[in-house]
């Protein structure tokens, strides 16, 4: 049940530092300055003409700066302030008029923001440079004028467009998500029939749309991991994509490099493929296993290990994708034998794999509560993980999931 | 644009286009890549310093400024212009504050067949999140609509992105605001060093214990054949790299899996670990300065196949001297697949080398192969050879016989006799006729000694009849005298070993003191008589 759907924030805002809040501050204020030097000559001056080539550049290293810092250039109209990134900018008293002119200019063309998610080329800001002649074009869409579109700016157009713009991101935070799920249980798929597999570079792709996107809005990220699903057939697929949330923020939270974010995801998205070997009858049985069952549900970290290492890929990131999905399934401490190995992307897996296996209903048990499931996993099944790691993502990630609780 | 900036911009980046094609040529020399590259900077620099950012169109073969072709790839296909469009990239842009490690690191991702460059080079340039080189790359996250799968995959996420949809919307504004603040990482620089240390190593000698243990529980299925590739790759990179205790831990894994499957495994590998090259590289990590260096090669060639003989000969030829002991024991061991070249590393080798050769000899082989290590200069290789000539016992007398003479071998040959599997009396012939020669009064206390020893172990009426006759009928003449008493006493010791009831009389009726032999003689018959009574007495009690 939907709960009061509260009013969304005006302008997404991104994580960030004092140190990251003044250079965002001084590179959006670098980069509106820019645009009122540029729309001061719009009107004087040929669009393809020199004098525009200095405060172009600025503006393209304000833009280029900002998508290397936050890996995005968002500049909204909110009210009668810029916000660059989510940021309020402030200007020097002498440009608040260029400002204010800058404001009715893009208001009178029905712009309300401009974004870049990648570095605009020189073209696309002189075409940008081009709204503000005092011809402008008759129609505009977000890739500017149609007849002459920006390769990669985009216009923000009308009053909604900033509640647009949060509500693009969260429809990219779904897909990609949903990208992620639809790959696992493809790929169980593809497995169970013998047919190729699916190419491993867009598993890639989509964990590094996971990586980017949690690093945007962490909270919101989160909370793809509350997804569940009823239908036996797309649990696998699921339960991965919710692991891979649940290990990028971990990721995060312990100051991973972006990279290993990345390594993490992967893992998680690939842990649970070998299920694709065990009969479906064994997979959805609600009560006990018999022992062939049993021993089939066992071998699965190495058929999970098998499905990824018949590839052949002999690159870090890979072998630590099959040795994860092999190990997250390990105790660190058995009842018996000696003690497995178990590498850092295997200790997270099996914290964050346990988590979402615990608070998912499966068909021999309901689901458990965040509250409930943390309590299982510091105590009954604390065999299982590293005590260090499994403290901090009890105090740390399931706490921020709790957050993102409807109600809070 | 005027000419000159073109001409800058355009410069600038064929210098690129050229740097980046050398390392193409040659791209797992990743040492090289910042001198290849110092020469592409300045100009690089120039121009962005010039224009703020310079934007160049990745095409397949070539690169395109504002329009124009400014470098075009010779290696097509192969080059990087190629590789960058093929993976997704479409654009890059260069900005302000370029360095050399951010360029190095540029290449690493984008030239084909370098350390990084398996993977997809639009991964590998978001991997290395460079400030100052943007790229835009054509969207990857969806499969090629000629994939099977692809109408199923984009309707899966159609369905399940509704369902995330529903999930993102409910975060509430309270949560949301947590967006905002971003607190500091939990873990230090340190923490991440001793929980992350991200050794290749370590997860690639776990890997390959995985297939090991996925072929061992017969759980490889149909892809049994692709793990084995797998698990070779696994070894080519691991001696690529340098990494012999993984590599080490990963052949000895091999060698000790069991399962059904084991033997086809171990065939394919070996197959593989004797492909010549593999073998010289084998050769040059057991000289690496690790521990573990001194199991590889034993490691290694343990698993190779029987025919591996010529390519561990060619290994061996090239192999410094330390590590030619254990290739040419290897080589020894399959010299059904090279007798040529392992006989002439038995006649010509290093000592160690022929040592370890004969070592390792097939029993089978061992006498028709020791024959040549007889010829070799060293005296220890040819005594470590002479035992092994004993193992023909048709061939033993023939073969050892002229090494009598050999004052080096004498004794070892004696020896060698005394213990092969030839009938007694065929093996005693040479002996006894060496005795006999006249040349014999020449021989060494410790010669004489090791004759008259195998003589006593051989028994036989052969060597009997001999000792006796020596015993009796000791030679005459006072410059002789010294001599028959040694060559007396030997054969009571002789007779002694013998231990037969002939034996036994002959000394008895030695020890009798009518029968004037020397005092010396007469003692040491009784005493030899003495001790094989007792010993008679012990056998027949136990009985």
Redesign the interface.
Known sequence: MKGPRPPPPPVEVLPETQATREQRQELGEKALVALCSVLRNARSYSWEHDVFAPPLDALQQAVLELLGTDGTFELDLAGDAFHVNGQPIRVQPGAVPLAAALRTELRHRGVTGIRASLAPPKTDLRLLLRLFRPAPPPRLDDRGDPARPFKVLRLRLGPEAAQAGLTERTERLAEAYAAAAAFVNQTIQQLRMGAPALPVRTAARIVQDLVDLQRSMPMRFLALARVKVEESDRYWGVHAANVAVLAITFGSRLGLSKKRRHDLGMAALFHDVGMAAIPKTVLQKSGKLDEKGLRAVKASPLLSARAILREGEVSAAALERAQAACECHLDLVPREGPLPEIGFSGRILAICESFDALTTTRPFRAAHGLREATRIMTSEQLFRFDPQLVDLFVGVVARMLAATAPGG | MADADAALVHGALAGLGRALARLSADPRAAGQHASSLEPALPGLRDAVEK???V?VAVEPGALRF?GVRVYADELGAAGFCSRLYR?GIR?L?F??GLMLPELTAFALAAVPGGPEG???A??EL??A?L??I???AA?????DQG???AA??AQ?????????????????????????????????EEQ?RK????S?S???R??AL??Q??VE?D?????LE??E??FA??VD?MARRTEVPALVAALEGAARMGGAHAPAFRAFVGRRLADPERLVRAAELATAPVKAAAQLLPAWTALLPVDAGPALIAALRAAREDVAPALAAAAAQRCDSCPDDVAEVLREGSAAAAQAALAALPEADRARMAVEAIAHADDEVRLQAVPLLASDPALAPERLAPLLDDPALRARAAEALSSCAAPPDEAAAPIVERLSASSSAKLGDEDLGALYRALGRLGGPAAHAFLSGRLARPAKGFLKRRRSEQEQLLAVEALAADGSMSALRLLEETADPKRGHAPAVVSACLAAVERLRARRQVREGRK
């Open positions: 224009y703020g950012t934007t504002e993976d654009a842009t900005g302000r398996d993977g997809d639009v991964g978001w991997k999140d400030g100052s943007q790229y835009t969207r990857g996250d969806r499969l994939h099977p799968a199923a995959f899966e996420v159609q369905r399940l992105a509704a369902r995330a949809r529903e999930a993102v919307e409910y975060v509430d504004a309270d949560a949301a605001l947590l967006d905002r603040t971003q607190p500091p990482p939990l873990w230090s991440h929980s992350d240390p991200q290749w370590e997860v690639a776990r890997a995985t297939i243990r996925i529980e759980l490889a299925g149909w892809d692709a793990l590739e797998s790759r696994l990179e």
